[in-house]
């Protein structure tokens, strides 16, 4: 997926058996991929955008996709488009897509409690050993070895869009300027494709994004805009400082 992927396993099982379930989660992500990679010529996502290949030849999981993302694009008033960029591309929907749904197969295969990490989109399930909960760094949108906010969560997605790391590669659909009044925006909610299109699109929105992000009910969010402003919602689950 052209980033690090990390996978914390936390069960009280049978090395042999967390290996498995590891090594399970990295083939479905390599299998995502290479359906969807728009990097990848011979991709699915890549021929189906130049026409090569049709809608209903491809695999079930690009219809699953793609209809998803029609919805969204309703959700966020147009502002999560796949097309945005002049060509087929979910890539805004699909990592945080694809780690949900690994995270899904971990609990039905055994696992309660993991974490899994996909260029800081993250899935929570369960605690880890010795803490109530995940805690969870949203990284300075300015200085990489530092952290604007810690969350304690379980349960949970934490999804974050920004342009510190790839640039101003977010375009406003409706201007096809690229967007960038806001550095980073984190969303928490219970879905991480959901909460990952959601930081995409209020990052497209700019500023207007911030009072969007409120109206969405059953989600929390860290903005940081590129004034220097931190700003967060009241129900964020920011974590307590750790005992000294």
């Known amino acids: 997926m052209g980033m690090a992927v990390s996978l914390d396993l936390d069960d009280d099982l049978p090395i042999d058996r967390l290996e498995r379930l590891a090594d399970g989660v990295f083939d479905w992500l390599r299998l995502v991929d290479g359906i969807f990679s ?40 147009g502002y999560f488009d796949v097309n945005a960029g002049g060509t087929l591309d979910p890539s805004g929907y699909v990592k945080g897509w694809a780690v949900q749904r690994a995270c899904e197969r971990l609990r039905a295969e055994g696992s309660a409690n993991h974490c899994l990490n ?50 101003l590669h977010v375009l406003d659909p409706f201007t096809g300027a690229p967007a960038k009044d806001l550095r980073s925006v984190t969303v928490v909610g219970p879905d991480l494709g959901t909460a990952d299109a959601y930081a995409t699109a209020a990052l497209a929105m700019g500023l207007k994004g911030i009072d969007w992000l409120a109206t969405l009910p059953g989600h929390e969010c860290a903005v940081v805009t590129e004034d220097g402003r931190a700003l967060r919602s009241d129900g964020l689950p920011v974590a307590p400082p750790l005992d000294s």
């Open 38 to 77: 728009t990097y990848k010529p011979e991709s699915e996502i890549s021929r189906l955008a130049r026409g090569e290949l049709r809608r209903e030849d491809c695999s079930p999981v690009v219809a699953e996709v793609l209809d998803r993302c029609a919805e969204l694009w309703t959700e966020t008033d």
């Open 118 to 167: 996909a260029g800081g989109d993250i899935y929570v399930r369960g605690v880890p050993r010795g803490r109530p909960r995940w805690r969870v760094g949203i990284r300075h949108p300015w200085e990489a070895l530092s952290v604007a906010w810690v969350l304690e969560v379980t349960d949970t997605a934490v999804a974050t869009s920004g342009t510190y790391e790839r640039g």
